[in-house]
């Protein structure tokens, strides 16, 4: 009589969600089942057989499945044994390391050009050599470089070498859009024979060695990209990896977490890892090394010392900073604008104090102070809140303006604010584009508003802007006329539109942000497209903040502040550190007469009309 193999005490596989796991014991062992589940925080009991857990848990509580009883016949999923595996594995390495020296890796920057040499064209710097060695002395990685260190020539070289070192023949790379041109440009850079690098479309075909694709496009992609990925030894690279900062909470993370199991490497690169504190950077590290890598944030910074959180951390991730890019220095200024009378009383009643004209229409003013957003545009203008035949109309400013009226309503005069004040911030930023442009200096101009853009394409005809967001549709025509016409002096934009993959600073070295939100990762993108390396040793940068004094501006400053000290401790990198505090400097908008304005703004009436 032949015997009949027995079947898995226990099986370990992927849930519906790639952030769980499923762990069905054979009949007859719900009682082991149960014991196992105690000790498992995240476990939830699906029926006497079967429970579900998060990977995370699973993953950093290993050692609970030593206490089953026949540990010789637990099945694991492929994929998900090979996440524990690896994650195991790297958290040896980084104990070693901390024993040791950051310096103790499997792979010396001195390897990189051995490495690299079959097929590869492009030069490396020293930091980009040390970042690439680091990279591959772990299963996975972490670049957090600042913009403009050569992130993706670092990501295409760590590939490279990985190619050579163990096969890994397919990429899929993960990015905004604005990025997908620096890859491409990157690709043709590096390689003797460039990879077939595919941008994904509904009917692309993937039958190339490297693929492309955009965050908004990932969440009706995982099943295709799945097979894709599992058809070949696999790679994936998150270009800028924030995006995914909400990890399983957020449709961006969600698809990265569900593709991640089907890649061999996985490697984020981002310059802002934790632009709203440690819960964005235990979702990065989660993605990269399920399960140790947020237990890893979480110990590091438990005791509330961010440079021993910093130390405990650093054999995680690799970063070159401004300091190791050796960036001629960046100016950093606040000009606090103090708002003109009806401006402010508008203000005033956003905020629930209401004056005698706002009698009558304090129910409207308080549905609007509610909304940060629109506190954040009446500190620009309040005006930006009274809807035209669009709520993008560019605001048509009176010159010279008309008297108020007496006894004129406060909600009235909001909306009909142009024709009786000039925005200051709009003011100032006429002047110091004005004074830039006689200089011969070009000026980005970043806000958050679509509408407030417009109207600053209005106020700056006279210097020809290039305007660009989300609904422009020849971006790269207007990029190209900012850099290369002579009478376009300046350049509108916000940062959510042109904040990542692009450069700026061989054409450009002064922004001017009329307003920012709460977002630390978006405002140091932005303001790192005109900062970069490149530069001449004699390059003078000048970043220009507006705030409205007694708005939310100011509130904006100070949470903007401490994410980035916080931001500049974990990372232990000064330059983050010291754009917390920036300097403040006099406004010279004020000083702008009748006849300046009038000059400046192109004659405004005529381009109203």
């Not at 105690?38 to 939830?44: F, G, I």
């Not at 710097?125 to 403009?148: E, W």
């Not at 549905?367 to 048509?396: C, E, F, H, N, Q």
């Not at 909600?411 to 009786?420: G, T, V």
Request: with cysteine; aromatic share 6%; net charge negative.
């Amino acid at each position: 009589m032949v015997a009949v193999p027995a079947g898995p005490s226990l099986s370990i596989d992927f849930g519906d969600s790639a952030t769980k796991a499923v762990l069905r014991a054979e009949t007859g062992r719900d009682a082991d089942l149960r014991r196992l589940a105690m000790r498992l925080r995240t476990s939830v009991q699906r029926s006497p057989n079967v429970i579900e857990v998060e990977i995370d848990d699973l993953l950093t509580n290993l050692i609970v499945l030593a206490t089953w009883p026949a540990p010789d016949t637990v099945i694991w999923d492929r994929r998900l044994a090979a996440l524990a595996s690896d994650s195991v594995e790297d958290a040896k390495v980084v104990a070693k390391r901390l024993e040791i020296g950051d310096a103790a890796g499997q792979v010396s920057p001195e390897d990189v050009g051995r490495l690299t040499a079959a097929g590869w064209k492009a030069n490396l710097t020293k930091f980009q050599r040390r970042d690439i060695a680091k990279l591959l002395s772990l299963r996975h990685g972490a670049n957090f470089s600042v913009p403009g260190a050569g992130k993706t020539r670092v990501g295409l070289a760590v590939y490279h070498s990985l190619r050579q070192m163990h096969g890994i023949e397919r990429l899929l790379i993960i990015g905004p859009k604005s990025s997908f041109e620096s890859w491409q440009y990157e690709n043709e850079e590096c390689f003797e024979q460039p990879l077939e690098m595919t941008v994904f479309a509904l009917n692309a075909n993937l039958s190339g060695d490297s693929v492309l694709i955009n965050y908004e496009r990932l969440a009706g992609t995982v099943d295709q990209l799945s097979q894709w990925l599992a058809g070949r030894k696999s790679m994936i690279i998150l270009d800028e990896a924030h995006r995914m900062k909400l990890g399983a909470e957020g449709a961006y993370g969600a698809a990265c977490l569900a593709l991640g199991p089907w890649a061999r490497h996985r490697l984020i690169l981002t310059g802002t890892p934790a632009p709203n504190g440690v819960k964005d950077l235990e979702n990065l590290f989660s993605f990269v090394w399920p399960g140790h890598g947020r237990q890893r944030v979480i110990q590091a910074v438990a005791g509330g010392d961010l440079a021993k959180a910093s130390e405990a951390l650093r054999p995680l991730f690799t970063r070159t900073t401004q300091a190791d890019l050796d960036l001629p220095p960046v100016s950093t200024k606040v000009r606090n604008i103090r708002p003109p009378a009806v401006h402010n009383e508008i203000y005033e009643a956003l905020i629930g104090h209401f004056s005698a004209r706002a009698i009558g229409s304090e129910s409207d003013f308080q549905a609007l102070g509610k909304v940060a957003i629109y506190l954040l545009m009446a500190a620009t203008s309040p005006a930006l809140l009274a809807v035209g035949s669009t709520r993008y109309d560019a605001l048509t400013y009176q010159v010279p303006p008309l008297a108020v009226p007496e006894g004129t309503p406060l909600f009235k005069l909001m909306r009909d604010l142009p024709s009786y004040e000039m925005s200051p911030k709009y003011q100032e930023t006429l002047a110091i584009v004005s004074q830039n442009a006689s200089a011969g200096r070009k000026t980005i101009v970043w806000s958050t508003f679509i509408r407030s853009i417009n109207t600053l394409g209005r106020i700056l005809a006279a210097f020809s802007p290039a305007v660009v967001h989300g609904a422009t549709e020849d971006r790269a025509g207007e990029i190209d006329r900012f850099r290369n016409d002579p009478d376009c002096m300046v350049l509108l934009s916000n940062p959510a539109t042109l904040g990542e993959g692009i450069s700026l600073h061989h054409h450009c070295n002064d922004a001017i942000y009329v307003d920012r939100d709460f977002a630390a990762g978006r405002y140091l993108q932005s303001r790192d497209r005109i900062h970069r390396l490149g530069l001449a040793p004699d390059t003078e940068t000048r970043i220009t903040i507006l705030s409205t004094v007694g708005t939310i501006d100011e509130v904006v400053n100070d949470r903007l502040g401490a994410k980035l000290e916080f931001m500049g401790r974990i990372l232990d990198d000064d330059g983050v550190r010291q754009l917390a505090d920036p300097d403040e400097e006099p406004a010279i908008g004020g000083g702008l007469d009748l006849r300046d304005m009038q000059s400046l703004m192109g004659h405004i009436r005529g381009h109203t009309s």
